[in-house]
């Protein structure tokens, strides 16, 4: 088994040996911190606090203390991010290539086979995307045994958190200046976390790209947001350091008030949009109606850049994730053989369940596998004896709805005691971490205009649980110390 150095197993913060009183002091300077610099979210007990910014906000759950991570983890990570943007747009242009890899799974997937619909549509329209645009997140854990950074998935539409992960590395950066003494650590070895700055960039540069000084930024966004600070963090950015105008609209709305010009113009309520930023449609909850759809399909159609297209879209779809760590896949689309060993370095086991050799082992060790559906957003997924119940009962029934799922070999990340800062109370418990590293990709034809890493997100979790949404109320946001 292959080995890469480094190892998190020895927390440089230990945990252990922190005094009550300590943890309590820290625990409401921090609560304080939040409050006062806007790592929040809206209050679920607040009724009107995910639809009225400043109505019923609460802090945003977070790790009191940032969790050890290796530095050559994190450098890697780091290297890997430009060709994972390559990569989603090489294989977003090869339309066959989606609509194959998909197609079993399309007859048993309602929700993707809506979006393969979309996709074939602008596909006859022979319609080509010179400006594209990604803001995307690789998230990966640590394996303990073989000490592999693991790749759980990209993330090519709505990556959640580059406002609030931000602030999440300022907070640490400023209990471990205050506390640091006491700690034994340097604030220093929290690396700088601007994916805010780096995001709003993107945005600007693709905004500034489409080239129509009146049109705006539309950020397509759930009628009811209990994020939407993180998202108005990202819109501020842009609106100071670029003044670029954000709007925000829901699916809903944009089938009200949208149209096409003869020219491809998208304008919603009269006003030209330039680039289109999604912070919702992965879920098939995000599409109660056809109205929902309809508006898909229209800013799909339109000329405005969407961030993601529907190819990119699908191209970040488990299914392509799986197909893509198929041996000699990887070279159809790329070229340079380092960045492929790099790929394929942090790829962890992909099945496809017509793989009957590893269905037959997963049937037999279910605790070593993770079946996942083609969903987004967290708690989909299957884990243990339900890997075991759900292989049997599709091998009973025999149809094709295996082809929903993918079969992934399960990462055992590091158990360690941490704090986790929730509703205003600080508990210590056994927890895990998951990094995810943002990366933005611009390109306008053949130039190519960013392609870089552009900050880090840790979400830690209790380590009972499976999964690992912040949002979905699984985990808390947390920082990285370098070790
Ligand atoms: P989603 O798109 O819904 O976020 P993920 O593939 O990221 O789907 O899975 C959700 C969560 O499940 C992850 O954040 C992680 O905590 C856990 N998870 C996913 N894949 C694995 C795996 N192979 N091993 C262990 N945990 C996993
Ligand atoms: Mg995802
Ligand atoms: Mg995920």
């Not at 995307?136 to 592999?148: F, G």
Request: proline share 4%; net charge negative.
């Amino acid at each position: 088994m292959e080995t890469q150095e480094g190892s998190a197993s020895k927390p440089v913060i230990d945990f252990h040996g922190i005094d009550e009183e300590l943890i309590q002091k820290m625990a409401y300077d921090a609560l304080v911190w939040s409050s006062l610099h806007g790592l929040v979210v809206g209050d679920k007990s607040v009724q009107r606090s995910g639809k009225v910014p400043g109505a019923g906000m609460v802090h945003a759950p977070f790790a009191l203390l940032p969790v050890a991570f290796p530095e050559n983890h994190w450098k890697s990570a780091c290297e890997v991010a430009p060709v994972f943007n390559e990569l989603i747009d090489r294989v977003s242009l090869d339309g066959n290539f989606l609509q194959d890899s998909l197609s079993r799974t399309k007859k048993v997937d309602v929700f993707t086979s809506r979006l393969l619909d979309i996709h074939s549509k602008v596909l006859e329209m022979n319609k080509t995307e010179d400006i594209r645009l990604g803001l995307h997140r690789s998230d990966y854990m640590l394996d303990e045994q073989t000490k592999l950074l693991l790749h759980i998935e990209i993330n090519t539409i709505s990556s959640s958190f580059p406002g609030l992960s931000c602030l999440v590395s300022d907070l640490h950066r400023s209990l471990l200046k205050r506390y640091g003494e006491h700690l034994g650590s340097d604030s220093k070895r929290i690396p700088s976390n601007t994916t805010v700055n780096r995001f709003a960039d993107a945005l600007a540069k693709a905004w500034t790209e489409y080239n129509n000084p009146r049109a705006a930024v539309m950020v397509v966004v759930q009628p009811e947001e209990h994020n939407m600070y993180d998202q108005h963090w990202l819109c501020a950015a842009l609106k100071e350091k670029h003044n670029v105008t954000a709007i925000r609209k829901t699916l809903a709305e944009i089938d009200k008030e949208g149209e096409l010009l003869p020219d491809g113009t998208l304008l919603v309520g009269g006003q030209a949009i330039a680039v289109v930023y999604f912070r919702t449609g992965y879920a098939p909850t995000d599409y109660p109606s056809e109205a929902e759809w309809r508006a898909r399909l229209l800013m799909e159609q339109s000329l405005a850049i969407k961030c993601p297209s529907i190819s990119y879209h699908l191209a970040g779809t488990k299914k392509i994730q799986q197909e893509l760590a198929k041996p000699n896949v990887l070279e159809r689309f790329l070229e340079n053989k380092e960045d492929i060993t790099k790929l394929q370095k942090c790829f962890a086991g992909l099945w496809s369940l017509d793989d009957s050799d590893i269905v037959k082992r997963a049937i037999e060790r279910p605790e070593l596998f993770v079946m996942k559906p083609q969903r987004e957003g967290g708690g989909n997924n299957i884990y243990g004896d339900d890997v075991k119940e759900n292989l049997l009962r599709l091998q009973r029934e025999g149809n094709e709805e295996d082809a929903a799922y993918i079969l992934m070999q399960r990462i055992f990340p590091i158990v360690s005691p941490m704090f986790l800062v929730r509703n205003g109370t600080c508990h210590k418990d056994h927890a895990v971490s998951e990094l995810g590293v943002y990366s933005a990709y611009l390109r306008n034809k053949d130039k190519v205009i960013i392609n870089d890493q552009c900050g880090y997100l840790m979400r830690t979790k209790v380590s009972s649980s499976n999964e690992g949404g912040v949002a979905a109320g699984f985990a808390v946001l947390d920082s990285m110390y370098l070790t």
